[in-house]
């Protein structure tokens, strides 16, 4: 698979995240099926990994560093601090949790279940608005320069919070949502990140699921799958947003592809510095994602997408209203 460069950092066009084979997307796949999972990755020519402390909380780390420990130095494995978690997994009462102390106690036992000497991207999960942004990077500046980290980043950060952050700490990448049905960070966070050379990790880039064309207005969702209590996957809205499938549908068909490949080859379209992260937990929607990277877009084809894009009107919020609080879009 063709490489691709956050920041300095170089990483495979496509990564896989992981968070779905623990958190999130239940029922949740057997351990040993996401070890191979993730493996087959490897063997594909995937090189990014996306994890988290909070997925679990734990054992999805603890699943990369097992899964990954013998491509060592093979694979760049990103992961996130940001939530206070106690150390039985139960989570605290602050809710966030970015002070300097809190991410080194993370760092260390990220370091331990991911069985790595550094963790090569640290993104700040979501910005805590109760520790400034300057004491945050500071501390993974500190973590870096002790060798404890190569690289930072952010997740879901305004643009003028990314450009305080930068000013300390130089980051490499910022993780957010952002596919053909959530178009915001167009507006400020992609000039920011190519002003500053930041590259772009775009987390749900098949919106959940639904832009696979594997979702209609009759899927139920388990009370413990987050798209249960997600506006945007009402039935009612399932119906209304059915058109932006049947478009990536209309030319999938034109390039022998799915609607989740066209989905993806626009993504990577966008920007030079743009790498999805495709979750799965199914070795045939693995490669399906990875067979994205060799879909060609031509101009031509990009135009139409946006014609027809610009005539569709995405029904429903993309996360409950507790949850988009926390975001700094």
Known sequence: ?????????????LGLGCMGMTFSYSPFPERSASIALLRAAVERGVTFFDTAEVYGPFNNEELAGEALGPFKGQVVIATKFGFDINDDGTHGTKGLDSSPARIRKVADASLKRLRVD???LFYQHRVDPKVPIEETAGAVKELIAAGKVKHFGMSEAGAQTIRRAHAVQPVAALQSEYSLWFRKPEEEIIPTLEELGIGFVPFS????????????????????DIRSSIPRFTPEARIANQALVDLLG?????????????????????????????????????????GAASVELSAADLREI????????????????????????
């Open 1 to 13: 698979m063709q490489k691709r460069k956050l920041g300095s950092l170089e990483v495979s066009a």
């Open 118 to 120: 550094a963790i090569d």
């Open 205 to 224: 880039p098949l919106g959940k699921g639904f832009l696979t064309g594997k979702m209609d207005e009759n899927r139920t969702f388990d009370k413990t």
């Open 250 to 290: 209309t030319i999938g068909k034109t390039k022998n592809a799915t609607p989740a490949q066209i989905a993806l080859a626009w993504l990577l379209k966008q920007k030079p510095w743009i790498v999805p992260i495709p979750g799965t937990t199914k070795l045939a929607r693995l490669e399906e994602n990875i």
């Open 306 to 329: 946006e014609r027809a894009a610009a005539q569709i009107h995405v029904q429903g919020e993309r996360y409950p209203t507790h949850l988009e609080k926390m975001t700094g879009l």
